[in-house]
C-alpha cells in the first residue's frame, strides 16, 4: 500500500516535471533566437582546416572537450578492465558455433570494415567521423567475438594498454605541439590543421573502438576480490 | 509550432519517463536503460531547441555526439560493476541492504 | 499536413517503447524494446537534420549498447529467474558469497 | 611564461595518466612522484603570476568564447588548483606506501589517480557550461572507478550507486545548460552573465539555474540528497576517501556556486536561497547526528563530510540581495571553509586509514586502548578535528568566524544558530572517536606501527588545516584580485 502511494507520488512529481520542463521550452522558443553563434561558425570555417561543420567543432573549435571525452571513454575502459582479473579476457561461453552467425561473419566483416572506413574517410567533408567509424568498428570486433574468432591483443597486457592510449596519446602530443611554438594549448597552425586532424581522427576510430571492445570483453569476471580496510581476513 | 519544438517536447517526455524510471524501478539494469532514455531525451531538447529558433546548429549537434559517447562509457562502466556486482552477491538491485531501507540512488 | 502526421506517429512510437523498456515485465524482452528505440532515435535525428547524430546512435545508441545490455541480460538473468538459477547452480558464482 | 604554466597545468596529468597506466605500480609510483613535482611546481608557478598580475581568460585553441572554450583563470581558480596541488599530492604519496602493490589490479590506481587530478582542474578552470559538464564525468567516473578498484560486493554496490547518482546529477545540469543555450545562444558563462547585464529578465523562469544547482546538489551530497556519499566514501580505500571528500565533493559545490553568484542575482529568488540554506542547515544537523550513531571509524569521517558539506551551502542565502561587503564577507567565509576543510578531512581519513590498518579492525571501539601505544596518527586525527570543530586557531575557525559575521551582518540571525549547533555536534562525534581511543582497555596487544611516511603525511595536512588561520589574509587577498582585463570577451 505504501509502496503503491509512493509510486503514485513520484509518478506525479515525474509529470509536473515534465509538464514545467515543456512549459519552460515553450516560453523559450516564444522569443526570437539569440544566437549569433551558428553565423560565427560559418565564418570561421574556412580557418578549421574540415569542411564538415560538426567535424570543425569537435576537432577544432570545441576540442578541448573533444580530448577530455576521450578521457572519459579511456577511464572507463581502465576501469572495466581493472574488474576483470583473469590473465585473460577470453571467456570460453561467449563461443557459440551458430552457422547462421558463422555466415554473418562472412559477410558482413568484411563490409563493416569498409563502411567504418568510409565513415572516418568522410568525417571531413560530410556526415561521418571517428565517433561513428569507431562504433562500427568495435561493433565489427563484438561480431568477430561473439563468432570465437581468438583476440588475443585483448589480453590486459602491455598491448592492451597501448592500444587504449594510442588515440588520446596522439591527441594530446598534436595539442601540446602548438605550446612549443608558443600559441595557445590545443591551437593548431592553421596550416597543418587539416593532416593534423585526420591524423587525429584516425588514431582515435582505433582507440575507441578498442575502449569499446574492451569494455564488452572485460564484463565477464572472476571472484578475487580485496578484503575491506580493518577485515581480517 | 515547428518540427524542432515537437521533438524537443517529445524531449521533456522522455526526460519524465527516465527520472520515473531512474527514480522507482530497482533492477539496475533497468535504471540503466532509464538513464540512457533520460539521456536522449536531454539531447532532444539540446538540438530540438536552438534549431527551432535558427535552423540547423552545428554546435549542438557536435555537443550531443560528445554526450552520446560519455553516455556509452558510462553505460559500459556501468555494465561491468554490475555483473561484478552480480557475480559476488547474486543480487541485481540496491535493495535488501542490511541496515538501510532506501534503494534510491539519492 | 501528412507529414505532420508522419512526425506524431515517430513521436508517439518514441515514447512508447521508451515505457515499453522499462516497464515490459520480461527483462530480455526490454532490451530488444530499447534498442528499437535506439533506432527510432537514429530516424528523428535524421528528420532533425542532425546526420552525424543519426549515424552515431544507430552505431553507438543501438547497436552497441544493445549488444552489451542484452550480453548482461544473459548473465544476470531476468529477476524472476534469479533464485531459481541460485538454487539450481550454486557453484556458478564461486566463494563471492561467502 | 604564463603559457607555459597553462599548457603545463592542463598537460601533466593527463600525460601522467598515460605513463602510468603502461607502466606496474611501483613504476607507477615513481613515475608519479616525478608527475607531483612538476604538478605542485607548476601550480605554484601559477598561483605566484596571478597574485602578482591578476587573473586572465585562457583561449583554448586560440578561439574566442563563443565559439572555442576559454577558461578563467582567475584569484579563486588558482587558490583551488594550489588546494588541489596540495591534497592531491599528499593522497598520492599516501596511496603509494598505504596500497597493496602485489595486487596486480592496483596498477590501475595510478591512471585513474590522475585522470581525477585533470578533471578538478578542468573544473576549477572551467568557464563553458558543457566543458564542465565534461570535466564532471571525467571526475565522477574516476572516482567511480576508484572506489571500485578491487572491491568485494559491499564495495560495488556502493560504487554502482555512487555512479547512478552522480549519472542522474550530470544529466540535470545537462539539462540545464541546454536550457541555457535555447535561451541565450552561447554556452560561455560571462558570456551569459554579459547578456543579462544587457538586457532585462528573460521570459523563461529560473529552471534552468533550478535544474542546475538540483543535479549538482546532488553530486556534492546535500541534505537529503546524500544518502550515497557514506556507503561510497567509507567503503573505498583512505588515500580514495581522502580524495573524494577533500576534492570530488568541492567541485560540483564549486560550480554551483560560481554559477550561482554569476546568475543568482537575475534568475534566482529569495526562496530558493532560502531553501537552499535551510537544506544547508539541515545537512548540519543531521549529518552530525548521523556521525554521533556511527559504528564504523570511516562512516563517522565520511557522515562528518556531510555536515561540512551543508555549511558550504550558506553561501545561497548570504550571497542573496545583501549588500556588496556582505556578500564578500560570506564568499571568503565559504572559500577558507572548503579550504580547511579539504585539508582537515584529508588528514582525517589519511589518519583513519592508519589507525584502522594498526588495530586491524574498522570499527570505532576497536580504538579502546590504542591511546596507551600513544600512536602518531591519533594526534593528526585530532589536530585535524580541531579545524573541524571550528576552534581557533584554524582555518575552520576563521570560516566560521567569517561567515557568523555575514548572517549577523545581514540580519539573518539563525544560519548563526546553524553554526553553533554544527559546532557543538562535531565536537560529540569527535571526541566520541577520542574517547574511546582514550578507553582502558589492557586486552589490547596487538597493535601495529605504520611507516613513519604514512604518518607524517596527514600531520603535515592537519598542520596546513590549523596554520591556514595566519595566512588566510594573504588567501583572500589573491581570491578577490581584479582582472587584468576587465570585462567578458
Redesign the interface.
Known amino acids: 500500500m505504501i509502496r503503491a502511494l509512493r509510486t503514485c507520488f513520484i509518478a506525479l512529481a515525474c509529470i509536473a516535471f515534465s509538464a514545467v520542463l515543456a512549459a519552460n521550452i515553450w516560453a523559450i522558443a516564444g522569443v526570437p533566437g539569440q544566437g549569433a553563434l551558428p553565423q560565427l561558425l560559418s565564418e570561421n570555417m574556412s580557418r578549421s582546416g574540415v569542411e564538415h561543420p560538426v567535424t570543425a567543432v569537435l576537432l577544432n573549435f570545441r576540442s578541448y572537450d573533444t580530448l577530455l571525452e576521450i578521457g572519459v571513454l579511456v577511464i572507463a575502459g581502465i576501469a572495466g578492465i581493472s574488474m576483470s582479473k583473469t590473465t585473460s579476457l577470453e571467456d570460453p561461453e561467449l563461443r557459440t558455433s551458430d552457422p547462421l552467425l558463422y555466415a554473418l561473419q562472412r559477410w558482413f566483416i568484411p563490409l563493416m570494415l569498409v563502411l567504418a572506413g568510409y565513415l572516418l574517410w568522410a568525417g571531413a567533408d560530410r556526415p561521418g567521423g571517428a565517433f561513428q567509424a569507431g562504433a562500427v568498428l568495435a561493433a565489427t570486433g563484438v561480431l568477430m567475438r561473439l563468432g570465437g574468432i581468438p583476440m588475443d591483443f585483448l589480453r590486459p597486457g602491455l598491448l592492451l594498454r597501448l592500444g587504449l592510449m594510442l588515440g588520446f596519446s596522439v591527441f594530446l602530443l598534436a595539442a601540446v605541439v602548438s605550446v612549443i611554438g608558443g600559441d595557445a594549448f590545443l591551437a593548431y597552425p592553421p596550416d597543418m590543421a587539416k593532416p593534423l586532424i585526420l591524423v587525429v581522427e584516425s588514431v582515435l576510430t582505433l582507440s575507441i573502438a578498442m575502449v569499446l571492445l574492451a569494455l564488452f570483453v572485460s564484463a565477464p569476471v572472476n571472484d578475487a576480490e580485496d578484503p575491506e580496510e580493518g577485515d581480517p581476513s | 509550432m515547428t518540427l524542432s519544438l515537437l521533438y524537443a517536447m517529445a524531449g521533456a517526455a522522455l526526460c519524465g519517463i527516465g527520472l520515473f524510471g531512474l527514480l522507482r524501478l530497482s533492477h539496475l539494469l533497468r535504471r540503466l536503460l532509464a538513464f540512457n532514455i533520460m539521456g536522449s531525451g536531454v539531447f532532444l531538447i539540446m538540438v530540438g531547441l536552438p534549431q527551432h529558433q535558427s535552423g540547423p546548429d552545428p554546435v549542438p549537434q557536435a555537443l550531443v555526439l560528445t554526450g552520446i559517447v560519455v553516455a556509452i562509457a558510462a553505460t559500459a562502466l556501468a555494465v561491468v560493476l554490475i555483473r561484478r556486482y552480480y557475480h559476488q552477491s547474486g543480487m541485481t538491485s540496491l535493495e535488501g541492504e542490511s541496515g538501510s531501507r532506501e534503494g534510491g540512488p539519492l | 499536413m501528412i507529414e505532420w502526421l508522419l512526425d506524431g506517429l515517430l513521436v508517439l512510437a518514441l515514447l512508447a517503447t521508451a515505457a515499453g523498456a522499462l516497464f515490459s515485465r520480461d527483462l530480455f524482452r526490454a532490451v530488444v524494446v530499447f534498442i528499437a528505440f535506439g533506432l527510432l532515435m537514429a530516424v528523428v535525428w535524421v528528420r532533425l537534420q542532425a546526420p552525424d547524430i543519426a549515424l552515431a546512435e544507430a552505431a553507438i545508441g543501438a547497436g552497441l549498447t544493445g549488444v552489451l545490455l542484452l550480453d548482461a541480460v544473459r548473465h544476470l538473468g531476468n529477476g524472476r529467474q534469479k533464485a531459481l538459477r541460485k538454487t539450481r547452480d550454486p557453484s556458478e558464482r564461486g566463494s563471492g558469497q561467502s | 611564461m604564463t ?2 604554466l ?2 603545463g597545468l ?2 601533466t596529468p ?2 601522467w ?2 605513463l602510468t ?2 607502466t606496474d605500480f611501483v613504476w607507477g609510483r615513481r613515475v608519479t612522484w616525478v608527475g607531483i613535482l612538476v604538478q605542485v611546481f607548476v601550480s605554484l608557478g601559477l598561483w605566484l603570476t596571478i597574485a602578482q598580475n591578476g587573473g586572465f581568460y ?6 574566442g568564447a ?4 576559454e577558461l578563467r583563470v582567475d584569484g579563486l581558480a588558482v587558490t583551488f588548483v594550489l588546494l588541489t596541488a596540495a591534497v592531491a599530492s599528499a593522497c598520492g604519496l599516501h596511496a603509494g606506501v598505504y596500497i ?1 602493490r602485489h ?3 592496483h596498477r ?1 590506481f595510478w ?2 589517480f590522475w ?1 581525477l587530478w ?2 578538478l582542474n ?1 573544473v576549477w578552470l572551467g568557464g563553458d557550461l ?2 564542465l559538464y ?2 564532471l ?2 571526475i565522477s ?2 572516482a ?2 576508484l572506489v ?10 556502493a ?3 555512487y ?3 552522480a ?2 546529477g550530470s ?1 540535470a545540469y ?2 540545464g ?3 541555457i ?7 560561455s558563462i560571462a558570456g551569459v552573465v554579459a ?1 543579462l547585464d544587457n538586457h532585462s529578465a ?4 529560473g ?2 539555474l533550478a535544474l542546475m544547482i538540483t543535479g549538482l546538489a ?1 553530486k556534492t551530497a546535500l541534505f ?5 556519499l557514506p556507503p561510497a566514501h567509507g ?1 573505498a ?2 588515500p580514495v576517501s581522502a580524495l573524494l571528500s577533500a576534492l570530488v565533493v568541492k567541485a560540483s559545490f564549486y560550480i554551483a556556486a560560481r554559477l550561482w553568484l554569476a546568475f543568482g542575482e537575475s534568475l534566482g529568488s529569495l526562496a530558493a536561497a532560502q531553501m537552499v540554506g535551510l537544506l544547508g542547515g539541515a545537512a548540519v544537523v543531521w549529518g552530525s547526528w548521523l556521525a554521533c550513531k556511527q559504528a564504523q571509524l ?1 562512516q563517522v569521517v565520511a557522515y562528518s563530510s556531510v555536515a561540512q558539506i551543508g555549511y558550504l551551502f550558506l553561501l545561497f542565502p548570504l550571497t542573496y540581495s545583501v549588500s556588496e561587503s556582505i556578500s564578500l564577507q560570506a564568499q571568503q567565509g565559504i572559500t577558507l571553509q572548503v579550504i580547511s576543510h579539504a585539508l582537515a578531512k584529508a588528514a582525517m581519513f589519511l589518519a583513519a ?1 592508519n589507525l ?2 594498526s ?5 570505532v571501539d ?1 580504538l579502546a586502548g590504542v591511546s596507551r601505544f600513544l600512536p602518531f596518527s591519533l594526534f593528526s586525527f585530532g589536530l585535524a578535528g580541531v579545524s573541524l570543530m571550528s576552534l581557533p586557531p584554524s582555518g575552520g575557525f576563521a570560516a566560521k568566524w567569517l561567515l557568523l559575521q555575514a548572517s549577523l551582518g545581514s540580519g539573518q540571525w539563525w544560519w548563526a544558530l546553524v553554526l553553533l549547533a554544527g559546532g557543538l555536534l562535531s565536537a560529540a562525534y569527535l571526541f566520541r572517536v577520542y574517547r574511546a581511543s582514550f578507553a582502558e582497555n589492557p586486552e589490547t596487544d596487538r597493535f601495529f606501527h605504520p611507516s613513519k611516511s604514512l604518518e607524517i603525511i596527514p600531520m603535515v595536512l592537519a598542520l596546513m588545516a590549523l596554520g591556514l588561520e595566519f595566512v588566510s589574509e594573504q588567501v583572500l587577498s589573491v581570491m578577490a584580485l581584479p582582472f587584468a582585463e576587465e570585462g567578458a570577451p
Open positions: 603559457l607555459w597553462m599548457a592542463l598537460f593527463l600525460a595518466a598515460v597506466l603502461l585562457y583561449d583554448l585553441g586560440g578561439w563563443p565559439l572555442g572554450i597493496d595486487k596486480p589490479w590501475y591512471p585513474l585522470f585533470s578533471g578542468a558543457f566543458n565534461v570535466g564525468e571525467l567516473l574516476s567511480v572507478g571500485a578498484l578491487g572491491g568485494n560486493a559491499n564495495a560495488l554496490r560504487s554502482v550507486r555512479l547512478l547518482a549519472l542522474l544529466l545537462l539539462l545548460v541546454a536550457l543555450y535555447g535561451q541565450f545562444g552561447t554556452l547578456w528573460p521570459a523563461g523562469p529552471l534552468a546532488l537529503p540528497l546524500h544518502r550515497w567503503i580505500k583512505s570511516k586509514g584502522i590498518l588495530v586491524g579492525s574498522s570499527r576497536a
